[in-house]
């Protein structure tokens, strides 16, 4: 399918330095000579840059960063993303006398967690066609639908983006806001870890809740059963000890809080062991909210600057949403949760009716 091109999976980091002396691929200490491609991918350098003696050599990688949950610290501006994206970015050989410090700062997002299947952020995105030149990949668009994005390297120094065909953005000062031109004497590759893989398994997992094949044949009767937030102080040693000592708010309705606990989802312990769901912080800024997800069933706790905690449940699996992993515990046949909140909620300073429904 890729017609002969080198594939990242098999030989690392695709790197080559076309329009500075000749062209390489490094991963496993192999060199290989990259095939032409079709249309006019692999004529994007003329002539006579090809002969320069001289020039800037910017790499521009392509990689999928970002969180599917909010953190205080996701990234450095202007690369900063929270939701799982496609990024690209700029590097540069130490040294220079100036830092032309450019940036890709146009992201394309990529979908939200409700796959049933264990998962990380990285299995979003495929590597379709690479070259030093020219990268096609296919994500999963917000919603799990598949979309088509490309970046190519025009004139040795022109980044231009494109998706489902449309350009995006073209770094030759014409649209800076969302590619930051590159130094005129920049000789430019593209470059990229993402393996090409086959997205239509998960695609299809996207808020499926059909029973696992071992359940569909289930006699049982179906039952509702106590899945429960719940605050854990923190022991002393921890290293948010202090933090998670009781205290008084400052600001009116005074309430006694702990500003971080863990945080641990309790199941019956025939249905499945009780889950970690993570650390949760500024519990006493009253800025949290809680919501009862209805589609897919689920819960999630959030505090402004203090991070996010949530789960939910397709078919007869639990998934716990992790940074950047999705992960799957199995439940028995005719299994429904029942997220419970509203003991978790009062340490937040709420009620049962202020926890949103969705």
């Known amino acids: 399918m890729l017609g002969g091109m080198v594939v990242a999976a098999a030989f690392g980091v695709l790197r080559a330095q076309a329009g500075c002396g000749g062209m390489t691929v490094r991963g496993g200490g192999e060199v290989e000579a990259w095939p032409s491609e079709a249309g006019d991918a692999g004529d994007d350098v003329s002539e006579g840059e090809t002969g320069r003696a001289a020039c800037t050599p910017v790499v521009v990688e392509v990689y999928v960063d970002g969180s599917f ?30 830092d032309p410090a450019p940036r890709t700062v ?13 998962f990380s952020t990285r299995d979003l995105c495929s590597t379709e ?52 031109p590159m130094p005129p004497d920049a000789c430019a590759t593209l470059e ?9 398994p998960l695609a299809n997992a996207y808020l499926d809740d059909r029973p696992s094949e071992h359940c569909r044949a289930s006699t049982g009767t179906p039952r509702k059963v106590p899945a ?8 002393k040693g921890h290293r948010h000890y202090e933090s998670g000592k009781l205290e008084r708010t400052r600001t009116p309705p005074y309430r006694d809080c702990r500003g971080v606990t863990h945080v641990r989802l309790v199941l019956p312990a025939e249905i499945a062991p009780s889950q970690d769901l993570g650390l949760l912080f500024a519990q006493c800024n009253g800025l949290c909210h809680a919501t009862r997800w ?20 397709l078919g007869n699996h639990l998934y716990v949403i992790d940074d950047e992993h999705v992960r799957q515990v199995v439940l028995p046949c005719g299994v429904e949760l029942d997220f419970q909140m509203n003991g978790f909620v009062a340490q937040l300073g709420m009620t049962r009716d202020d926890i949103r429904q969705q």
Do not use: M
């Open 192 to 200: 990229t870890k993402i393996p090409k893989r086959d997205l239509t």
């Open 228 to 235: 429960t937030f719940v605050h854990e102080v923190l022991p």
């Open 69 to 98: 949950l909010h953190r205080r610290h996701v990234g450095d501006p202007p690369l900063a993303v929270e939701r799982p994206s496609l990024v690209a970015r700029h590097s540069f050989p130490s040294g220079l006398s100036e």
């Open 129 to 180: 066609e690479a070259s030093p030149s020219y990268l096609r990949f296919v994500c999963l668009g917000p919603r799990a639908e598949p979309r088509r994005i490309e970046y190519r390297i025009e004139g040795g120094r022109v980044l231009v983006i494109k998706e489902d065909g449309k350009e995006l953005g073209r770094g030759d000062g014409s649209d800076s806001w969302h590619v930051t």
């Open 106 to 118: 146009i992201a394309f997002s990529l979908s939200e967690p409700y796959f049933a299947a264990d």
């Open 294 to 313: 209805h589609d897919p069933n689920g819960a999630e706790v959030e505090c402004h600057e203090g991070g996010q905690l949530a789960a939910y449940q």
